[in-house]
């Protein structure tokens, strides 16, 4: 086993990569209302983890219930969950239940939704597990920190009547910089990381460990939740010739498919849910490799099969889930926005007439001050930043018509909402996907389209968390 724990990539390899006050409205009653109150408690705090095998010494990280990933939090679709958070950091936080369909005022945004948690203050969270799907919970205050120290956990709804499969996995992946020593590097906000892809880290866990092996049986169905959890790195998992059928994408259903390329591509904060079938002679094994980076194609871990088989023919069941209860949106009668993301290295010495040295001094700046070198609307979100950039009448059918004019990848997020991706450079989806956060390519157009059905002001931003912090997100008003 090897014990040089960091990939063979190198942090400036990856900078040259081409790659390529609203009340607490009830939202809507849950289709399949269990009643049923489940209370969770979440801690915040330094902690220490073994993320890489020894020799290598523990991490110094900070967590939820003294765990990276925090616990996952399960329930069943239509239950009621109440999460009391406990913040025993030196900081302010909150926390955010990506993807989750809530009450605007549990949304976690602190100054926005809610007042940040103070050192040894508790904040109870209590909302309706509408859909069911794989979603995730993390800070919204100082996020580019807190979450690549470590905070973050799973959140799973189940489904009433789920597809039947053997084992029922979920990976957390990360992407963490650290140092010689294990500890994290502590260079947050760091000019070039927040101009350029954002903070790309040098170790990958999953489940807060550097895997090794995941080891099957042949014949075995395995349903596999993927929550992207870090900061920048982009994932694109190539399982060898297994292809795996998606049936979920940021929680919710989709037609079960295989991935384009065969690769499952997952930017910061999203999900896929994929069934994969083993069906190879026992005792085989595969790579699971990495092959977001062009050139920086790495091993995540060995899949092994076990000696004993589970079955001999693939099991010949359903796999496609239930839908959630989504409002559909119409498309011909929606008003439609434009937003245009602008910005970063290059674009933001465009849009704000920069020469190398100011441009330079901007980029000092946000280190001290958050200065924006991200722009939504021809505006860098600066300090709190609540004014909306954007108000959409409560109850209608919308489209944002996205323009990524710059030349980096952008997961752009929308909380309080799943949306339809719709189009793609003018070309129809061809699933129609419900997403909440969508991947951008590098001067890609892309239109979602939803009802705003629940009223508030609600975040909207880039999940990688470097862009958020240097101006790229904004509110949007439903009302
Ligand atoms: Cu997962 Cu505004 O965030
Ligand atoms: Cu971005």
């Known amino acids: 086993m ?6 063979t990539i190198s942090r400036r390899s990856f900078l040259t990569a081409s790659l390529a006050g609203f009340a607490a409205t009830a939202v809507r009653k849950p289709a399949l209302a269990t009643q049923q109150t489940r209370r969770f408690t979440l801690r915040a705090a330094p902690g220490r983890t073994r993320l890489v095998p020894e020799p290598h010494p523990e ?5 939820y219930n003294r765990r990276v990933p925090g616990p996952e939090i399960r329930v069943r679709q239509g239950d009621r969950l109440r999460i009391e958070v406990t913040n025993t950091l030196a900081e302010e936080t909150t926390v955010h239940w990506h993807g989750v369909r809530l009450p605007n005022a549990m949304d976690g945004v602190p100054h926005l939704t809610q007042n940040p948690i103070a050192p040894g203050e508790t904040f109870t969270y209590e909302f309706d597990a509408i859909d069911a799907g794989t979603f995730w919970y993390h800070p919204h205050q100082r996020s580019f920190e807190q979450v690549a120290r470590g905070l973050y956990g799973p959140l799973v709804i189940e489904e009433a009547n789920a597809p039947n499969v053997d084992r029922d996995v979920t990976w957390v992946l990360d992407d963490w910089r650290l140092d010689s020593d294990a500890a994290v590097s502590d260079d947050f906000g760091a000019a070039m990381d927040a101009s350029h892809a954002g903070r790309l880290g040098n170790t990958v866990t999953i489940n807060g460990r550097v895997p090794e092996t995941f080891t099957v049986r042949s014949g075995e169905r395995i349903r596999l939740r993927l929550i992207n959890a870090a900061n920048a790195r982009i994932f694109a998992l190539d399982f060898g010739d297994h292809t795996p059928r998606v049936i979920a994408l940021d929680g919710q259903p989709v037609t079960p498919h295989a991935p384009a390329g065969g690769l499952a ?6 999900r896929a849910d994929l069934i994969l079938d083993f069906s190879a002679e026992p005792s085989s094994r595969l790579q699971l490799v990495d092959r977001a980076y062009r050139g920086n194609e790495y091993r995540v871990l060995d899949i092994v099969y076990g000696d004993t088989p589970l079955r001999d023919a693939l099991p010949d069941r359903d796999i496609a889930l239930p839908a959630n209860p989504l409002p559909e949106p119409d498309p011909a009668s929606a008003r439609r926005h434009d937003v245009l993301f602008t910005g970063g290295m290059m674009g933001a010495m465009v849009e704000r007439q920069m020469d190398l040295d100011a441009f330079g001094d901007a980029m000092r700046g946000l280190r001290h001050e958050g200065r924006g ?3 939504v609307n021809g505006k860098a979100a600066e300090g709190h930043a609540l004014d909306p950039f954007l108000t959409l009448e409560s109850g209608a059918s ?9 030349a980096f990848h952008h997961p752009i997020h929308l909380h309080g ?8 450079d003018g070309k129809p989806t061809k699933h129609r996907e419900w997403q909440d956060t969508v991947l951008m390519a590098p001067r890609e157009r892309v239109e979602i389209a939803f009802v705003a059905d629940n009223p508030g002001d609600w975040m909207f931003h880039c999940h990688i968390l470097e862009h958020q912090a240097a101006g790229m997100m904004g509110v949007i008003r439903v009302a």
């Open 2 to 7: 090897s014990t040089d724990f960091r990939l």
């Open 59 to 63: 991490t110094l990280v900070w967590c």
């Open 265 to 270: 591509v997952l930017g910061p904060a999203m």
């Open 373 to 375: 070198i991200w722009f």
């Open 398 to 406: 919308h489209v944002l018509q996205m323009t990524n004019a710059t």
């Open 417 to 424: 909402y799943s949306f339809r991706v719709i189009s793609r």
